[in-house]
């Protein structure tokens, strides 16, 4: 499709309430027309988030139950292992599609889209979008707004999947499955907003994960045709390489919230209680180095040592060789020494050598002057003080002047 015509057709779509003159504009004011009833707009909802829920308070049993359907049949269906039985070449599927997008989602969604640890062309920007996406794991505005709040109040009350706060299963997926999560805080990601590209990803965030989906099953159906000695058929690719490999990598991504919020080693004084646990590192290709990442968020590597295995970086680099992203942001060279401020203790912590947290909101809030102020509900405004928790260094990157031209 030509430039233009590509435009065009964003601009066409239906408007999400987005004001370019006053940023993002509350999700509840949009004028869309509302289906019939709570259910209804529940199931269209799988495939179009942007249909609001009711207020929670109004929300009915049946709204709130009907959202989850989807990855309750999700997670059940990896049974069906049982029933089409395996071969080594539909496990090999699995575990590539299972390696593709962990890496999409912690190199993508994670270190690009929530914090802006590198830069990268407006054309790669979408295809980093799509294959996060296509992890079903929502869109990547929703992914990265999710996030950015994470980090905002990470292990307070507002932190809707703190294992502190609020247990374990919540932290793992219930928090997920929650009808009132569905909808998009436009207010935590305006630097994304204001590509439509992103915004029709987001919408319709089925669309990448089907095609993962029909993209097995033809894969499984061309190799029983062809090479009916490797021992596998449509239906047996779909559920591992699509089924298995999707829940597997949903469980591995959401250890992130919940075990590394509980088992593992603090190098750093945080605020929350972040850990870094080699095993999750591993699970994870390089997210399990939380407490590091919870310390410093602005770097690409989160493994800040050679012994700190984060795939996902070498990854990256692997991609800035090529010239498909660059300006991949450094772990500084004081969290590197144990002399300078802000000095790493290594090995077992006792006590009275736990580090400060040095990367403190007072220490990053100089940079953030000239950007949009978040008020404590979360909205824009570009007056008024800026409140403590909002001044994490996350937002420094929502003022690069280097983001793809929209
Ligand atoms: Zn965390
Ligand atoms: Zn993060």
């Given at each position: 499709?030509?430039?233009?015509?590509?435009?065009?057709?964003f601009?066409?779509?239906?408007?999400?309430?987005?004001?370019?003159?006053?940023?993002?504009?509350?999700?509840k004011?949009?004028?869309?027309?509302?289906?019939i009833?709570?259910?209804?707009r529940?199931?269209?909802?799988?495939?179009?988030t942007?249909?609001?829920a009711?207020?929670?308070?109004?929300?009915?049993d049946?709204e709130?139950?009907?959202?989850?359907?989807?990855?309750?049949?999700?997670?059940?269906?990896v049974?069906?292992?049982?029933?089409?039985?395996?071969?080594?070449?539909?496990i090999?599927?699995?575990?590539?599609f299972?390696?593709?997008r962990?890496?999409?989602?912690?190199?993508?969604?994670?270190?690009?889209?929530s914090?802006?640890?590198y830069?990268?062309s407006?054309?790669?920007?979408?295809?980093?979008?799509?294959?996060g996406?296509?992890?079903?794991?929502?869109?990547?505005?929703?992914?990265?707004?999710?996030?950015?709040?994470?980090h905002?109040?990470?292990?307070?009350?507002?932190?809707i999947?703190?294992?502190?706060?609020r247990?374990?299963?919540?932290?793992?997926?219930?928090?997920?499955?929650?009808?009132?999560?569905?909808?998009?805080?436009?207010?935590?990601?305006?630097?994304?907003?204001?590509?439509?590209?992103?915004?029709?990803?987001?919408?319709?965030?089925?669309?990448?994960p089907?095609?993962?989906?029909?993209?097995?099953?033809?894969l499984?159906?061309?190799?029983?045709r062809y090479f009916?000695?490797?021992?596998?058929?449509?239906?047996?690719?779909?559920?591992?390489?699509?089924?298995?490999?999707?829940?597997?990598?949903?469980?591995?991504?959401?250890?992130?919230?919940?075990?590394?919020?509980?088992?593992g080693?603090?190098?750093?004084?945080t605020?929350?209680?972040s850990?870094?646990?080699?095993?999750?590192?591993?699970?994870?290709l390089?997210e399990?180095?939380?407490?590091?990442?919870?310390?410093?968020?602005?770097s690409?590597?989160?493994?800040?040592?050679?012994?700190?295995?984060?795939?996902?970086?070498?990854?990256?680099?692997m991609?800035?060789?090529?010239?498909?992203?660059?300006?991949?942001?450094?772990?500084p060279?004081?969290l590197?020494?144990?002399?300078?401020?802000?000095?790493?203790?290594?090995?077992?912590?006792?006590p009275?050598?736990v580090v400060p947290?040095?990367?403190?909101?007072?220490r990053?809030?100089?940079?953030?002057?000239?950007?949009?102020?978040?008020?404590?509900?979360?909205?824009?405004?570009?007056?008024?003080?800026?409140?403590?928790?909002?001044?994490?260094?996350?937002?420094?990157?929502l003022?690069?002047?280097?983001?793809?031209?929209?």
């Amino acid at each position: 499709m030509p430039k233009d015509d590509a435009g065009r057709f964003f601009k066409q779509l239906p408007k999400h309430p987005f004001n370019h003159h006053t940023g993002p504009v509350d999700i509840k004011e949009n004028d869309m027309p509302q289906p019939i009833n709570s259910q209804l707009r529940s199931v269209i909802s799988w495939f179009d988030t942007h249909v609001q829920a009711e207020k929670e308070s109004a929300q009915s049993d049946r709204e709130k139950w009907v959202w989850p359907i989807p990855f309750v049949l999700l997670n059940l269906s990896v049974l069906l292992v049982f029933v089409v039985g395996w071969s080594w070449v539909a496990i090999g599927v699995a575990a590539f599609f299972y390696a593709l997008r962990m890496f999409a989602i912690t190199g993508f969604y994670h270190r690009y889209f929530s914090h802006r640890t590198y830069k990268t062309s407006r054309w790669f920007q979408f295809v980093l979008a799509f294959l996060g996406n296509s992890a079903a794991q929502r869109g990547p505005l929703w992914w990265a707004a999710h996030h950015r709040h994470h980090h905002r109040f990470s292990d307070q009350p507002e932190d809707i999947h703190s294992p502190k706060q609020r247990g374990f299963w919540n932290s793992h997926l219930l928090w997920w499955s929650r009808r009132k999560n569905v909808a998009t805080r436009l207010d935590l990601v305006p630097d994304l907003a204001k590509y439509p590209e992103l915004m029709f990803l987001d919408r319709f965030d089925s669309l990448a994960p089907i095609s993962v989906a029909i993209t097995t099953a033809v894969l499984g159906g061309v190799l029983h045709r062809y090479f009916p000695g490797l021992g596998t058929n449509a239906l047996q690719m779909f559920i591992w390489g699509f089924v298995v490999s999707t829940v597997v990598l949903f469980h591995g991504v959401a250890t992130i919230n919940s075990l590394s919020h509980v088992y593992g080693s603090r190098r750093f004084q945080t605020t929350d209680t972040s850990r870094n646990n080699f095993l999750l590192a591993l699970i994870t290709l390089g997210e399990g180095w939380h407490n590091n990442h919870h310390h410093y968020c602005n770097s690409t590597r989160q493994g800040f040592f050679w012994w700190e295995i984060d795939i996902t970086f070498y990854g990256l680099k692997m991609l800035s060789w090529l010239g498909l992203v660059r300006d991949l942001k450094p772990v500084p060279a004081r969290l590197l020494t144990r002399e300078a401020p802000g000095a790493v203790i290594t090995g077992k912590l006792r006590p009275h050598e736990v580090v400060p947290n040095h990367e403190s909101p007072a220490r990053a809030e100089p940079v953030l002057q000239g950007l949009p102020r978040l008020s404590a509900g979360g909205a824009l405004s570009r007056s008024g003080a800026l409140p403590h928790s909002a001044a994490l260094p996350h937002f420094a990157a929502l003022r690069s002047p280097d983001l793809p031209q929209a």
